[in-house]
């Protein structure tokens, strides 16, 4: 699976919009881009997932350029409760399942 | 309805010691996966289950690491003679079938080898 590139950190203050760019240059033909959020002490909890272009939901916004090689999630207007670890994984499905491939994720600390 | 739930929440086990970890995911749910996070790491993907068939335990870090789903729906991540390299927390996901569709998370368990 490809690997995924993403800041360790990134502050931001109330009301502003996130922008959190993945990079992933190996991606292949048959994976998506999928993104969690994680609070602490929880489970990740799925945000929203891609093939191309752009996906929209009540939550985030995910841009996917032409060639896929990179994503950018989108937040709207954070608020405190947006702090939290926000992972970029590609997903393919082998074997009939999805294995999640983590890494160490965006620190994201919304300041008010 | 329910999520997936985890028991116990925080576990407490002397080196060398036994623990077994539930876990009781959303009903109805095909696909059954455990991973294991240590501290200010992301998950790291253990076993999957489809159904009671255990299809890849490939990351399971060792032998003394057993997990069992055996009526297809509450699961038991089971480590013998714990060390404290084995202390991280525990998560289990469900997910209504076994295709890249989003996978639910629970709590965890927090696993601490003293």
């Known amino acids: 699976l490809a690997k995924t590139t993403q800041p360790i950190s990134m502050d931001s203050y109330e009301g502003q919009e996130v922008n959190i760019t993945c990079s992933h240059n190996?991606?292949?033909?048959?994976?998506?881009i999928t993104w969690y959020q994680q609070f602490p002490s929880q489970g990740p909890r799925f945000i929203i997932q891609?093939?191309?272009t752009k996906v929209t939901n009540e939550v985030a916004s995910l841009f996917i350029p032409a060639d896929r090689k990179s994503s950018t999630l989108s937040l709207p207007r954070v608020s405190l409760s947006d702090t939290a670890v926000y992972y970029c994984?590609?997903?393919?499905?082998?074997?009939?399942?999805?294995?999640?491939?983590f890494g160490a994720g965006t620190r994201l600390a919304v300041h008010p | 309805g329910a999520g997936v739930s985890q028991s116990p929440r925080y576990k407490v086990a002397k080196r060398g010691q036994d623990v077994a970890l539930r876990c009781d995911p959303i009903?109805?749910?095909?696909?059954l996966f455990w991973y294991q996070q240590a501290l200010g790491q992301g998950p790291e993907f253990l076993t999957y289950?489809?159904?009671?068939?255990?299809?890849?335990k490939s990351g399971l870090p060792s032998d003394r690491f057993f997990a069992e789903r055996p009526e297809g729906s509450v699961s038991t991540l089971k480590i013998q003679r714990t060390q404290q390299e084995d202390s991280a927390v525990y998560l289990c996901?469900?997910?209504?079938?076994?295709?890249?569709?989003?996978?639910?998370f629970g709590p965890g368990t927090r696993l601490t080898v003293t």
């Open positions: 996901a469900s997910s209504p079938r076994d295709s890249a569709y989003e996978q639910y």
């Open positions: 190996n991606i292949a033909t048959n994976d998506y």
């Open positions: 891609g093939y191309k």
């Open positions: 994984l590609v997903v393919r499905v082998s074997g009939g399942y999805n294995k999640l491939i």
């Open positions: 009903s109805g749910h095909v696909s």
């Open positions: 289950f489809q159904n009671e068939a255990q299809l890849d």
